[in-house]
């Protein structure tokens, strides 16, 4: 799908697409490339995610990440982008320790080039700058259910909202986070029943990742569905894997080492060569 002459996805167009039963697409992107084949491929929303610790990083977890990081890989993203809402994660610790400090940090973002921020949880602090944000003309997503930048505090990777009681607790904090001026609300590792339950409930529409098939749109980590994470990192039960990236990337390189090994590359057809004239010249001259 060519990006030509498309209008670009708005704030707005999130909320028509709800109101419309059209499924919201999103995918992640870090770097300038992958961000362009998404664009062009005709999706949505791109989150440049604090997900890019654990992709392109080599850290354990999100907590790692810093703004600098997430400004370097914002620029990438959004400089590749004609169509698709770029978002970009606040990372931890950015945004929770004043409402000045939250402005300029995600000031920052929107200036290299996002259209919006997105915030994990809904304490009354959180919800306070998130009203802040948007009545400084901020556009932000909320992210419900398991918030990756809380790990240490939730203890582990566990599904959220597996009981009535927790999904109206769920439901809660869904509904003050709209309340505040989210256009939008992630829900991670929910059961699908009770995202099902929040999505129809809320005006603002939501993003399943490991949520199931009611949420408004899906998102999943790009490096996920293309086979491309390294050994060291499972793959979560809700990611399907569309291509094996890895193994041609593996294939390529071990293929390129042992041409290179063997002496068979580069041959003539990528070498640059002397006409037969300047050949024989030097061939003629006598090295002292």
């Known amino acids: 799908m060519s990006n030509t002459n498309i209008k670009p996805v708005t704030v707005k167009t999130f909320q028509k697409m709800k109101e ?29 995610g604090d997900s890019v610790g654990m ?8 907590i790692n990440v810093t703004l ?11 400089r590749a982008v004609k169509r698709a809402l770029v978002i970009a994660d606040m990372p ?9 400090r939250t402005i300029i940090n995600a000031g920052k973002l929107i200036q290299a080039g996002a259209k919006a921020v997105k915030l994990e949880g809904a304490s009354d ?11 400084s003309g901020i556009n932000v997503v909320g992210h419900l ?17 597996k009981s009535y009681e927790n999904t109206i607790k769920l439901f809660e904090s869904a509904k003050k986070l709209q309340e ?12 699908e029943e009770s995202a099902k339950y929040i999505s129809e409930n809320l005006s603002v529409p939501t993003i399943g990742i490991g ?9 999943l980590v790009i490096d996920d569905i293309l086979g491309k994470k390294t050994d060291n990192f499972h793959l979560p039960k809700f990611v399907k894997q569309y291509a094996n990236i890895k193994e041609v990337m593996k294939n390529a390189i071990e293929q390129y080492s042992k041409e290179v090994k063997e002496g068979s590359f580069p041959s003539l057809e990528y070498t640059f060569n002397l006409t037969k004239e300047e050949r024989d010249k030097l061939n003629d001259c006598i090295v002292k």
């Open 92 to 100: 931890f610790m950015t945004y929770h320790v004043s409402k000045e």
């Open 20 to 48: 419309n039963n059209e499924k919201i697409s999103m995918l992640t992107a870090y770097d300038f490339p992958t961000a362009k084949y998404i664009d062009e491929a005709g999706i949505d929303s791109i989150l440049v």
């Open 145 to 161: 259910g398991f918030t990756p930048q809380y790990i240490n505090t939730i203890g582990g990777y566990f599904i959220q909202g």
């Open 55 to 62: 992709t392109v990083l080599g850290y354990d977890s999100t």
């Open 211 to 219: 949520a199931g098939k009611y949420c408004d749109g899906q998102v």
């Open 125 to 135: 602090f959180i919800l306070d700058e998130v009203n802040h944000l948007v009545n």
């Open 68 to 78: 600098d990081d997430m400004l370097t890989f914002t620029k990438a993203v959004t």
């Open 180 to 191: 505040s001026g989210v256009f939008a609300i992630v829900l991670e590792m929910v059961p």
